[in-house]
T-cell receptor, first 117, second 110 residues
C-alpha cells in the first residue's frame, strides 16, 4: 500500500502571498490531519478532516484553512503569508472510522518545507 | 489540554550502547505513538502503544497507562538510529487531537 504523499516537497514564497499544499492519504483512510513543525513551537496540530468535514481544529489564525475532497485527498491553504509561517508542514492519515472511534493511529507523509522570505 | 513531557531532551551515545527514552503524560489517553524523525523530516512510525509492551527488532516500548508514562528502549544503537524521537498522545477526554512532546534528540557516534 502506498504511503501518504505530499506535494510540493519544498516551496519558497514571499510575505503576503498565499500557498496551497496537497496531501494524498493512504488508500482507504478517510481521516487526514495537518501539523506545523517549527523549532520554537515543535509539532502543533492544525486541523483534521474526515469525509470532507473539518472535525477538529487547533489554535491557529483563520489564515490557515483546509478542505478535503470526496477521494479523501486534502489541501491546506495559508493566506497572507508571514515570516513566522516558515515551517515544515506535515500531513497524516488515519484509518479512524468515525467521530466515536477512539482508535487514531497516525501515518505521516514526508512533509512540505515552506520558506517565507 | 494534556501535557506531554519527554526526557532526556538530548542523548549522545556510542554505537552499540543501549538507551531508554521516557514520555510522561498528564491525563489518561486513548492513543499513544512513538515516532522517529529522520534528518529529512519524515516521521516514521515506531509503535502504536496506548498500553502494554511491544517489540520490533532492537526497539521495544512499554506503556503503563495507569501511571501515565511510556518508555522506548533502543538496544545496540546504530548510527542510523540518530534523529529525534517523539511521543504523541491524545486525551481520553474526547477531542482525539494528538499532542506531541518536544522530543528526544539522539546522536549515535560510530
Amino acid at each position: 500500500k502506498a504511503g501518504v504523499t505530499q506535494t510540493p516537497r519544498y516551496l519558497i514564497k514571499t510575505r503576503g502571498q498565499q500557498v496551497t499544499l496537497s496531501c494524498s492519504p493512504i488508500s482507504g483512510h478517510r481521516s487526514v490531519s495537518w501539523y506545523q513543525q517549527t523549532p520554537g513551537q515543535g509539532l502543533q496540530f492544525l486541523f483534521e478532516y474526515f469525509s470532507e468535514t473539518q472535525r477538529n481544529k487547533g489554535n491557529f489564525p483563520g489564515r490557515f484553512s483546509g478542505r478535503q475532497f470526496s477521494n479523501s485527498r486534502s489541501e491546506m491553504n495559508v493566506s497572507t503569508l508571514e515570516l513566522g509561517d516558515s515551517a515544515l508542514y506535515l500531513c497524516a492519515s488515519s484509518p479512524r472510522q468515525g467521530q466515536l472511534s477512539s482508535y487514531n493511529e497516525q501515518f505521516f507523509g514526508p512533509g512540505t518545507r515552506l520558506t517565507v522570505l | 489540554g494534556i501535557q506531554v513531557e519527554q526526557s532526556p531532551p538530548d542523548l549522545i551515545l556510542q554505537e552499540g550502547a543501549n538507551s531508554t527514552l521516557r514520555c510522561n503524560f498528564s491525563d489518561s489517553v486513548n492513543n499513544l505513538q512513538w515516532f522517529h524523525q529522520n534528518p529529512w523530516g519524515q516521521l516514521i512510525n515506531l509503535f502504536y502503544i496506548p498500553s502494554g509492551t511491544k517489540q520490533n527488532g532492537r526497539l521495544s516500548a512499554t506503556t503503563v497507562a495507569t501511571e501515565r508514562y511510556s518508555l522506548l528502549y533502543i538496544s545496540s544503537s546504530q548510527t542510523t538510529d540518530s534523529g529525534v524521537y517523539f511521543c504523541a498522545v491524545d486525551s481520553s477526554g474526547g477531542s482525539y487531537i494528538p499532542t506531541f512532546g518536544r522530543g528526544t534528540s539522539l546522536i549515535v557516534h560510530p
